[in-house]
């Protein structure tokens, strides 16, 4: 039978401590009611003392949330307890998390103090933490840099005054796997009355290495994990939630189970990614824009003949439509057939080769190829077969000036224009399109990139658009950077309205 692993998520507390990063209360608890579905055991609401916005956000999200523990940080401060416990009140269930540092480091130079001393005021903290809720967390902040005999005791002594759960954070992300492993295992072994308590971990990635000493922690006996959503956090980031909950998820044989929803990880991912103004990185696990990608031609050949050829991961188990054949130099023959066929084009293996020459050809000169290039090899021109075109943009911006964008669509041969004002020329064309297209559509993402460099040149629009509960997507390019907007949302249209 898999062992049960305890998901704590931090992302509106650690997380939310990078500079840029701050979310109103609204925001918070859009996140925290999103983390619910997603099915995580814990979530780190704030930090009560340090602000007012951090006290209500606790407050307000104890009131939103309904099955996962709320946890509020504080220090080994009776002030910050009783702040904690005030914020935690409506919670339904409720932790407060406590500590203080047990390194030499923090010992010495951050409370210029004694080991004894820290070792008693781990102890008060915990016991009048316990005054207010059954559900006490301590941490030993820097345990990565802590003498393994000396967290020992603090670890028995904090278990032994009431903590439920006990936070062996790596603060400073120092610790190597084995090492950190090992330092789990040492206090599995050592402390007397450790099976009293869950041990959490709690890594940072200062040196990339926080995933790796989240896994060994687990696989050294501890069983709740502090992560955050897409990795973010202080200085490097913290443990990446949707890292743990899918290599947990691929690995049955490690026997460790979770409540994660995995098919709601992308959505969220994207969530925390545009609340707070932090872009995903293309290359990361999970959940990067190129998770999924392939573009090399040996690569695309196994995939399209068989997924688990170089995905050991179903994008659809993230929550992704997909993977993504990118069209590239490297791309081989059964890429571009495969392409042509998702566009509706079906060539005989003669043309097919001609094509593929001229595809060759045409890669070397850009550094992608579009659905666009593909068709205009094919002979075929995409915008022609398309139900709803756009006949003409106008638009008047300026300063002081509020956008208004005039519109004419060709529907099926029939024309139908509209005008609609924004906060800016491509929202104001986004609107005069809506006016006319009738529908209850949602754009989610919307990326803009150069194809070249210069003002000049030609810029690219992605945008995923929501409809009816399905995702569809559009692209265009134009030197004008609002009629490529406006084009791509209808070609993202076009793939619904018949």
Known sequence: MADKLFIFDTTLRDGEQVPGCQLNSIEKIEVAKALEGLGVDVIEAGFPVSSPGDFKSVIEISKAVTWPTICALTRAVEKDIDLAAEALRYARRKRIHTGIGTSDYHIRYKFNSTREEILRRAVACVKYAKQYVEDVEFYAEDAGRTDNE???????????????????????????????????????????????????????????????????????????????????????????????????????????????????????????????????????AIVGRNAFAHSSGIHQDGVLKNRESYEIIDPKDVGIDDNA??????????????????????????????????????????????????????????????????EYLQVTSGVGLKPVASICLNIAGERFEAAASGNGPVDAAIKAIKSIIHRNMTI??????????????????????????????????????????????????NKFVK
């Open 325 to 390: 054949i990118l069209l590239t130099a490297r791309s081989g023959r059964a890429a571009l057939k495969h392409r042509l066929q998702v566009l509706g084009v079906e060539l005989e293996q003669g043309v097919l080769d001609k094509v593929y020459e001229e595809f060759l050809k045409l890669a070397d000169r850009k550094k992608d190829i579009n659905d666009d290039d593909v068709l205009m090899l094919a002979g075929k021109d995409r915008t022609a077969m398309q139900r709803i075109k756009l």
């Open 150 to 284: 000396y967290l020992a005791r603090v670890v028995e002594a904090v278990i032994q005054a009431g903590a439920t759960v006990v936070n062996i954070p790596d603060t400073t992300g120092y610790c190597l796997p084995e090492q950190y492993g090992a330092k789990i295992r040492f206090l599995k072994e050592h402390v007397n009355n450790v099976d009293q308590a869950v041990l959490s971990t709690h890594c940072h990635n200062d040196l990339g290495m926080a995933t790796a000493n989240t896994i060994q922690g687990v696989m050294n006996g501890a069983r709740q994990v502090e992560v955050t959503v897409n990795g973010i956090g202080e200085r490097a980031g913290n443990t990446s939630l949707e890292e743990v909950a899918m290599i947990f998820k691929s690995h049955r044989e490690a026997g460790i189970e979770t409540n994660i929803n995995s098919q709601k990880i992308y959505s969220i991912s994207r969530m925390v990614s545009g609340l707070m103004n932090m872009p995903v990185q293309p290359n990361k």
């Open 444 to 493: 989610q993402e919307f990326l803009i990139q150069a194809i070249d460099k210069g003002s000049d040149d030609m810029g690219k629009v992605h945008m995923q658009v929501e409809y009816a509960n399905n995702t569809y997507y559009g692209f265009a390019a134009n030197t004008d950077i609002i009629a490529a907007s406006a084009e791509a949302f209808l070609d993202a249209i």
